[in-house]
C-alpha cells in the first residue's frame, strides 16, 4: 500500500499533522467549543421552506459575490458592534478557516511570514504552512497567564517585521482577552496586516477590534464566525470585516462560486433569527461562571475565560488525564499545552458530568497547581 511519504510531498509538509479533535461520540461531548443548543424551531421551519424554494434553481450557480449575506452581516456587526459598516467591509466564505486561508494566500506566501502569539489556534500555523508563509511563534507563559507579553511581542515584531500578525482575542484555547489598547500597539507596530481572530467575540464582554477600523484602514482586518454563538457550526460560515480594499484583494484568490446556494440562505435564516439564537449566549456564560467556581473551588487551576471554553490544570499528565475523563464518558480536548486541557461549556446537565468526573480526578492535579 502507498503511505504518504511515498508521494512528492512538498517539504515543508512532511511530518506534520492535519488538524482535528477526535470525533468519537459519547454522551458529553465537551470538546470543539460548538454551542450546545439547537437552532429555535423558527430558524429550522424557515430553512426548510428556503430550501424548497431553492430547490428548483440548484442548476444556477449561487451569487458569486453572496451580496444579500454580506448585507446581512453588515448589518448585524453594525448592530452588535456599533461600528457601522456596509456590504462593502464585509466578506464572507466557508467558516473562518476558508477566510484566513484566503487572507493568506492574498497578503503571505512564498518569501513572507505570519506571526502568532501561542498557544493559539492551532489553524493559523496550518494555513499558514498551507500558503508557503512562514510561521514565527511567539510564546504566551504559563507564569503570565497565557497573556501576550507586549515588550516581547512589540520586540519580536520590531525584530522579524511579520507581513501578518494574529492574534485571538478571547484566545483559544485559554480563553483570556487582549486589552485593545495592546491591540492598537500591535497595529502601530506591525509593518504589514493584523489580523484579530474573534471566533468568540460574542460571549466577550470587551468591545470589538472593530471599533479600530477606522484608524487603520490598511492594516487591520477582524475575523469571525457564525460557528460558536449562532448554534451554526454545521452551516459553516465565517465572515471578516475590513476595509473594502481587502475585499477586493481575497476576490483576487478566491474560488469562483464559493459559498454554495444553501450555505448562503441559511446563513441568511440565522442572521434574521439571531435575537432568538444569540440568547443562549447568556445561558452559556452563566454556565461557564458556574463551572469556573466550582473548578476553582476544588482546586485546579482555571484560566479567566472570556469565551465559550475553560482551560484549565495543572495536571502531570495532562493526555491521561484526558483519557480519565474520557473513560468516565466526558470528552474534552488536550491541545497539546503541558499541563492543561480544555473543556466546552455545555448544557447544564453536560457541564454536570464534567463537573463530576473533574471531582473525581481531583488527584491528578499537580502539586505546583
Known amino acids: 500500500m502507498t503511505e504518504l511519504s511515498d508521494l512528492p510531498l512538498r517539504d515543508e509538509l512532511r511530518g506534520k499533522s492535519a ?15 460548538e454551542n450546545p443548543y439547537p437552532p429555535s424551531e423558527a430558524i429550522i421551519n424557515e430553512l426548510v421552506e428556503r430550501v424548497q424554494e431553492l430547490g428548483a434553481s440548484l442548476n444556477r450557480y449561487p ?20 461600528v457601522a459598516v456596509t456590504v462593502d467591509n464585509l466578506w464572507a466564505a466557508n467558516g473562518s478557516n476558508e477566510v484566513l486561508q484566503q487572507l ?12 502568532g502569539f501561542t498557544p493559539s489556534y492551532s489553524m493559523h500555523p496550518i494555513l499558514s504552512t498551507g500558503t508557503q508563509t512562514e ?3 511567539e510564546p504566551r507563559l504559563e ?15 520590531e525584530k522579524r517585521q511579520p507581513n501578518i500578525v494574529f492574534v485571538t482575542t478571547p484566545n483559544n484555547p485559554t480563553g483570556g482577552v487582549t486589552p485593545l489598547e495592546d491591540i492598537e500597539k500591535i ?11 474573534e471566533a468568540y467575540a460574542e460571549f466577550c464582554d470587551q468591545p470589538s477590534a472593530c471599533t479600530l477600523l477606522q484608524d487603520y484602514p490598511t492594516k487591520l482586518v477582524v475575523s469571525r464566525t457564525m460557528s460558536k454563538a449562532f448554534d451554526f457550526a454545521g452551516g459553516r460560515l465565517g465572515y471578516f470585516v475590513a476595509d473594502p480594499a481587502f475585499v477586493e484583494a481575497v476576490m483576487l484568490v478566491r474560488l469562483p462560486y464559493h459559498l454554495s446556494v444553501l450555505a448562503q440562505a441559511s446563513a441568511e435564516v440565522a442572521l434574521r433569527h439571531s435575537a432568538d439564537t444569540l440568547a443562549t449566549v447568556e445561558t452559556l456564560r452563566s454556565e461557564r461562571d458556574r463551572v469556573v467556581g466550582e473548578l476553582t473551588a476544588m482546586g485546579y487551576d482555571v484560566i479567566d475565560s472570556q469565551a465559550n471554553f475553560i482551560f ?55 502539586e505546583s497547581a
Do not use: C, K
Open 143 to 157: 507564569q503570565e497567564r497565557f497573556a501576550i507579553n507586549m515588550d516581547r511581542a512589540l520586540e519580536a515584531i
Open 312 to 366: 484549565f490544570g495543572r495536571f502531570a499528565d495532562a493526555h491521561t488525564t484526558w483519557q480519565r475523563f474520557l473513560d468516565r464518558d466526558v470528552l474534552i480536548r488536550d491541545v497539546g499545552v503541558p499541563g492543561w486541557l480544555r473543556a466546552t461549556v455545555g448544557l447544564p446537565e453536560e457541564n454536570d458530568a464534567f463537573l463530576a468526573a473533574a471531582r473525581e480526578l481531583v488527584g491528578d492535579i499537580t
Open 187 to 197: 497595529i502601530q507596530a506591525a509593518p504589514g496586516i493584523v489580523i484579530v481572530d
Open 104 to 115: 493568506l494566500q492574498a497578503f503571505g506566501g512564498p518569501g513572507r511570514t505570519a506571526l
Open 135 to 137: 510561521f514565527i511563534s
Open 19 to 33: 488538524y482535528g479533535a477526535p470525533q468519537l461520540t459519547v454522551a458529553n461531548q465537551l470538546n470543539t467549543n
Open 63 to 82: 451569487d458569486r459575490d453572496a451580496v444579500q449575506l454580506r448585507t446581512a452581516l453588515a448589518e448585524y456587526i453594525s448592530q452588535q458592534t456599533g
